[in-house]
């Protein structure tokens, strides 16, 4: 029932380029990514809705294809900030509240 | 400062023994939410409520229960009956739960560990 992210890690230098898959078994109304340094609480990065438009800020953006019931989060020229562990939370189209997540995307960026 | 609190940041409890982990925020949120990590796994959801004395069980509820008896607190409590309790409990709110486009605000966490 969880979604299902790809990668499970990845190790870029700065500067690089990553992409972070999800994939949901279910039919979605929104997806919801945020990311987690080590030891603190997930921080909101972005929502995308369905029939809403591809997402960003900075160089960060992401994408829903709702009839594929995909997300993918883009991180451009990755800095070293960038570093932590991406989760992606899946919105079911039943719109009954909950929220699940999936199993997490370890990102490391190295000089 | 608005946001989420949760207490104690590390609890060690024996076997056997019942444990209430405390969450509480001052955002005015309705919908509040307890996840599990545990290292591979991400977040599983484990309790969630949209309002007051309403709430339903997530995936992994078996060994836990909730009470919504205030809007701004959602105590989750850890029996026995959970055969493996020790893990990183997050709590988590939003302003309308039933709006897919709301995002999540996170606790800082509690990391029970049971011996």
């Known amino acids: 029932q969880q979604p299902v992210q790809s990668p499970q890690a990845v190790i870029l230098r700065e500067g690089e380029d990553a992409v972070i898959n999800c994939s949901s078994s279910k039919a979605l109304y929104s997806v919801h990514w945020y990311r987690q340094k080590h030891g603190e609480a997930p921080v909101f990065l972005m929502i995308?809705?369905?029939?809403?438009e591809q997402k960003g800020h900075d160089k960060i953006s992401a994408s829903f294809n709702e009839k594929k019931q995909q997300s993918s989060l883009y991180l451009t020229a990755s800095q070293l900030s960038y570093s932590g562990t991406y989760f992606c939370?899946?919105?079911?189209?039943?719109?009954?509240?909950?929220?699940?997540f999936g199993q997490g995307t370890t990102l490391q960026v190295k000089p | 400062d608005g946001g989420i609190t949760q207490s104690p940041k590390y609890l060690f409890r024996k076997e056997g023994q019942n444990v209430t982990l405390s969450c509480e925020q001052n955002l005015n949120h309705d919908a509040m939410y307890w996840y599990r990590q545990d290292p591979g796994q991400g977040l599983r959801l484990i309790y969630y409520?949209?309002?007051?004395?309403?709430?339903q069980k997530g995936d992994i509820a078996e060994g836990y229960s909730v009470s919504r008896e205030k809007k701004e607190s959602f105590p989750l409590t850890v029996t026995s009956a959970q055969k493996n309790p020790t893990a990183f409990y997050l709590c988590?709110?939003?302003?309308?739960?039933?709006?897919?486009?709301?995002?999540?605000?996170f606790g800082q966490g509690t990391r029970l560990t049971v011996v």
């Open positions: 409520s949209q309002i007051v004395n309403d709430f």
């Open positions: 988590a709110s939003r302003l309308r739960g039933l709006d897919p486009n709301t995002e999540a605000f």
């Open positions: 939370g899946t919105y079911g189209s039943s719109n009954t509240g909950k929220l699940i």
């Open positions: 995308l809705l369905k029939g809403g």
